[in-house]
């Protein structure tokens, strides 16, 4: 019998992190900003419009060509540094997972429906909090930027997690049974380009903007009907 798994988005799924890493960007952006030369300052608007979905190392490089600053690697890199360092000292502000994931993998793990992560952020930061949530029971799999040459919207990502998915499963399981969850268009269009189906979440835009890009819609997992979820995974009552 096969069926279907999980791809869990950890930043703005998972965690409430997204405004978190807004802010650490732009602390990097500012505190280095002798060195590009300019001064550049992420608006909630731009960054979940243009930056949400790369990973640091391809986000600061459009930040800065976007701006016209010289995007040497060496600053990069620095930029990179900075800003992880003020999310690691900032991990502990977050407590909870955002509202709907308990239920919807405790759900899950009753129906025995494998379930992994697929995210743009650092290992640490993923394992860091899933131990601080007591969620990293659920995720057997987990593919980090460090595990990819291409970040989102590449497929690389979810196209990996998948099969380290499909070989860990103790059932088989098949790419149109199963789903993945996104806040992101860009980690939509990832996940559709690796042959998997989309449920978006308005976490990072409105609700009307995810229907446009996510075969299904919800404003966060608290909201979800659990039995709608059962259906776009083909799962039965039995």
């Not at 003020?86 to 502990?92: E, K, V, Y």
């Amino acid at each position: 019998m096969t069926g279907g798994c999980v791809i869990f988005d950890f930043d703005g799924v998972v965690a409430d992190t997204e405004n978190l890493h807004l802010a650490a960007h732009n602390q990097a952006l500012a505190e280095l900003a002798p060195r590009i030369g300019t001064r550049i300052e992420l608006t909630p608007q731009i960054y979940f419009s243009r930056y949400v979905v790369y990973g640091n190392h391809e986000g600061f490089q459009r930040m800065l060509q976007d701006a016209g600053a010289a995007a040497a690697p060496p600053l990069i890199e620095e930029l990179c540094r900075v800003k992880d360092r003020i999310m690691d000292s900032r991990l502990a502000e977050l407590a909870a997972p955002l509202p709907g994931v308990d239920q919807l993998l405790a759900h899950l793990a009753r129906r025995r429906v494998p379930c992994g992560i697929c995210s743009g952020a650092r290992r640490s930061e993923i394992e860091d909090l899933l131990r601080a949530f007591d969620l990293a029971r659920y995720f057997p799999v987990i593919v980090a930027i460090e595990d990819v040459r291409r970040c989102k919207p590449d497929p690389e990502g979810y196209a990996l997690a998948w099969e380290r998915l499909r070989y860990a499963a103790r059932v088989p399981i098949e790419k149109n049974m199963s789903l993945v969850i996104e806040d992101t268009a860009g980690g939509a269009a990832a996940a559709r380009a690796a042959g998997l189906r989309v449920l978006g979440l308005a976490t990072s835009s409105s609700l009307q903007a995810v229907r446009q890009w996510a075969d299904y819609a919800a404003a966060d997992l608290s909201s979800l009907d659990l039995r709608q979820f059962d259906a776009w995974l083909g799962l039965t009552d039995s």
